[in-house]
Every structure is written in C-alpha cells, then in structure tokens.
C-alpha cells in the first residue's frame, strides 16, 4: 500500500477536526497554531486549506484570513432554496450546450457516488453529487450564475457534510435515490428532451430541499447541532 504524502496526512487530519467540531462554525484558522498542532511546516498547512476552501469546508477573507463556514438553520434553507433556483434555471437552459458535456465522465462520477453510497462514506457522496452536478451545469455560458453556484455549493456542503457524518441514520433518506435520478437526468439530456430534463431536474432539486425542510420542522434543534451551528450564529 502507499504511504500517505505529508501533504494527505495534513488534509485529512485538519479535515476531520473541522467535521469533528473541534474547529466549530465561525472559528478562526490560524496556520501557525495548525503547524504546531500537527508538527508540520507552514506551506503544507497552508496548501491543504487552499483545497479545503474549495472544497467548502474552509472559508478565506482577505485581511480576515480562514475560517470555518457559520450558517443558522434558517440561511441554510434559505441558500438551499436559492441554490434549487439557480440550478433549475440553468438545467432548463442546456439544450443549445448539450453537445459540451461528456457523458462517459458523468457516468463515471455516478458510479463513484453509488460505490461510496454502498460504503457509507457520506461527504464522499455529497462531493460527488455536487461534482455530478458542476460537471452538468458548468456548459451554461453564464458565468455570473455558475460563479455563484460555486459560492452556494461551498457553503452548503460542509453543514451537510458534517450533518451525516453524525447523524448516520439520516443519510439513507437523502442519498438512496441519487443514482437512479442521475441516470434518469442523464437520459434525458442524451435524448435532448428539454420537458424532461426540467422536471427530473426540478424533482431532484427539490426532494433535497424539502427533506430538509421537513427535518428543521421536526428537530431544528437537533439538526443546528449536528450540524455544529449554534442557531444563532451567522457567517
């Protein structure tokens, strides 16, 4: 087996402190602090937040520098419903683009979710689920919109992210039928069916947000704290 680069080591340790909440929503970063911590030089910890930042576990401010993403459970439903917009509305526009995505790699990135689904790895299937959906959406020539896809998605994944990681039993309710509705959205942009592609597109989108909607009625508070929020606090 091949030993792990020091650079992978830092990655992942930072990454489960972050989902661990150790490091909760709203906490500084500070790269001296977590070379100390982790007996490590500067330039490695200071690469391995570059990747968490667009991964969306990390934030990066000029003058402010990193920091763990902070959203209450309402901004979070709030950029939920604001992400479903923008991805309908691009999704409905992709007919003149079709011939821009590559199918094989949409296949190949679903087959990866279905495997890390069938493994529980949980923020595996929300990285590839939003990797399926980037590689889609990103042959919209609007770059205003997809830019701010990008932004949406890096703050939504972590709360998700960290939410499944501590609520195992939640994650089988959201993620069991990814990949068949993949497939399905995929079918539909080969046969160029622009009525299907936007009410598969739709269903999906909003299964998401309705789901989570529903779980902030029933338990807000359980929710805010697996989700390492504080309910009141605020990016």
Not at 53 to 82: D, H, I, K, T
Not at 100 to 126: M, P
Not at 191 to 198: G, K, L, Q, T
Request: one cysteine or more; hydrophobic letters at 40%.
């Amino acid at each position: 087996m091949e030993t792990p680069s020091v650079v992978e080591i830092i990655y992942g340790e930072i990454r489960r402190l972050v989902l661990a909440g150790t490091y909760a929503p709203g906490d500084r970063l500070n790269v001296d602090e977590l070379a100390r911590r982790l007996n490590a030089s500067k330039t490695p910890v200071r690469e391995v937040l570059g990747r968490l930042e667009s991964e969306g576990f990390v934030l990066f401010r000029p003058r402010s520098g990193w920091s763990v993403p902070s959203l209450s459970m309402e901004e979070f439903v709030n950029f939920l419903e604001m992400q479903f917009a923008l991805r309908c509305f691009v999704s409905e526009n992709l007919l003149d683009h079709i011939d821009r995505l590559d199918f094989d790699l949409l296949n190949n990135i679903n087959w990866k979710l279905r495997q890390s689904l069938a493994e529980r790895k949980y923020s595996e299937v929300i990285g590839q689920n939003d990797l399926f959906h980037l590689t889609i959406l990103k042959i919209h020539p609007n770059q205003v919109i997809l830019r701010r896809l990008e932004e949406l998605d890096s703050l939504i994944r972590l709360q998700r992210a960290r939410f499944f990681e501590q609520e195992h039993s939640q994650f089988p309710m959201f993620a069991r039928d990814a990949y068949t509705q993949h497939q399905n959205i995929l079918e539909a942009l080969r046969r160029r069916d622009p009525e299907a592609i936007s009410g598969i597109s739709r269903k999906h989108h909003g299964n998401i947000v309705r789901a989570y909607k529903q779980m902030s009625r029933n338990a807000p508070a359980d929710f805010a704290q697996a989700a390492g929020d504080g309910m009141n606090r605020s990016a």
